[in-house]
């Protein structure tokens, strides 16, 4: 289906053009004609599959032909689990809609950074204002912001904000938000886990993809590699060099191993940077936007990482180890992959977690190759 015929205007669908979208993506497609028609909508859905256009498009088409936002008050707010998603989903709301005649003002906000910015950005209101839980709870403690006109409220990534901690928080900002809106929720998982006060719009919304299984994406060929714990970053260098990779995402379990990976990695003379909380978010998005140009080599991340960042033709992603559950797994390997393209998705799968990669295969009701590293020379 093209996007001429799904009834978005034409500056939306050139600048749509230009960042590649030449067909709609299933979930586009399912999600738009919802959108544009008010309707409440949850979707299932894996990352790399187009959501943040689901959403995006059609909000921006319902924005431009209506009236201007008041002052101080938010139109639409898009909730995200991370400070990477809220600068990642305005960005892409900007180049949306950079051939709308009309003027549509998008916000973030988020923590990491001075709040005062952020409360003057905010308090003359905005049509999009994409935030972080915590940080829109004290923008509008600070009277910066009033959500009591919110028209359309998306929670992207709802299953991640709760795997963060951010019920209480939700609960909070849906207490906020007038009782007639329209919700879209996207969740990688719909299900148990998604129990808000607040959220009872998903017994009559329009749902997609909710009763499919999770499965990783199809254009990953998924690799699995048995090796010594402590052989692990030999082999991870030894790939690196040997392969020709020059663009790597390694994802690990905690701050202290990204740092000590990237450290190791450097000594040998392979450039990496490391992504965490820990770091500011300054030093975050300097180590993400050198990456995506190419001057990083390796990325080495927590699972800060594993959803919502877009790093277009992301050829290799690692698992130096496993994550707590296969939507996590999923989530990491979905960093390649994306909307069609090809990509490699390795594990390095020492012997105590043998059993837990099982558990994932099952879960995704797919076997990824194995490879013994015995049989390897590094």
Aim: charged residues 25%.
């Amino acid at each position: 289906m093209s996007l001429q015929s799904s009834g978005l205007s034409g500056g939306l669908c050139l600048a749509a053009d230009e960042l590649g979208y030449k067909e709609l993506f299933p979930i586009q497609r399912d999600a738009i004609p919802v959108i544009l028609a008010g309707k409440d909508l949850a979707v299932a859905v894996q990352t790399g599959s187009g959501k943040t256009a689901a959403f995006l498009l059609p909000l921006l088409q319902r924005l431009s032909e209506q009236k201007a936002v008041k002052s101080s008050s938010v139109r639409v707010l898009v909730l995200v689990p991370t400070r990477e998603l809220a600068l990642q989903v305005a960005e892409a709301a900007k180049v949306f809609c950079r051939y709308i005649p009309e003027k549509i003002k998008i916000t973030a906000v988020h923590g990491g950074v001075s709040i005062n910015p952020q409360l003057k950005s905010v308090s003359t209101g905005a049509d999009i204002l994409v935030a972080t839980p915590g940080r829109l709870i004290d923008v509008v403690n600070n009277n910066a912001a009033r959500l009591s006109h919110v028209e359309t409220l998306v929670l992207d990534e709802a299953d991640r904000m709760l795997d963060l901690g951010f019920k209480d928080e939700l609960a909070i900002i849906l207490g906020m938000l007038p009782s007639k809106r329209q919700n879209l929720l996207f969740s990688a998982t719909l299900g148990s886990k998604i129990e808000i006060p607040g959220m009872d719009f998903l017994k009559e919304a329009v749902k997609i993809g909710i009763e499919e299984p999770e499965t990783p994406p199809e254009p990953v060929e998924q690799i699995v590699y048995t090796v010594d714990q402590n052989s692990k970053g030999l082999l991870l260098r030894h790939m690196i060099k040997n392969g020709g990779w020059t663009q790597v995402l390694v994802f690990v379990s905690s701050k202290r191993r990204a740092d000590n990976v990237t450290r190791k990695l450097i000594t040998n003379g392979i450039s990496a940077e490391a992504l965490h909380g820990d770091k500011s978010q300054g030093a975050r998005n300097g180590a993400l936007t050198r990456f995506k140009q190419g001057k990083t080599r390796v990325l080495v991340a927590t699972d800060l990482a594993s959803r919502g960042l877009d790093i277009e033709q992301l050829p290799y992603v690692v698992n130096y180890e496993l994550p707590r559950s296969a939507a996590d797994y999923i989530h990491r390997i979905g960093r390649t992959g994306r909307a069609g393209m090809k990509g490699v998705a390795v594990t390095l799968l020492s012997e105590d977690d043998y059993q837990h990669m099982k558990l994932i295969e099952k879960r995704m009701g797919k076997k990824p190759e194995y490879i013994d590293s015995a049989s390897i020379r590094f």
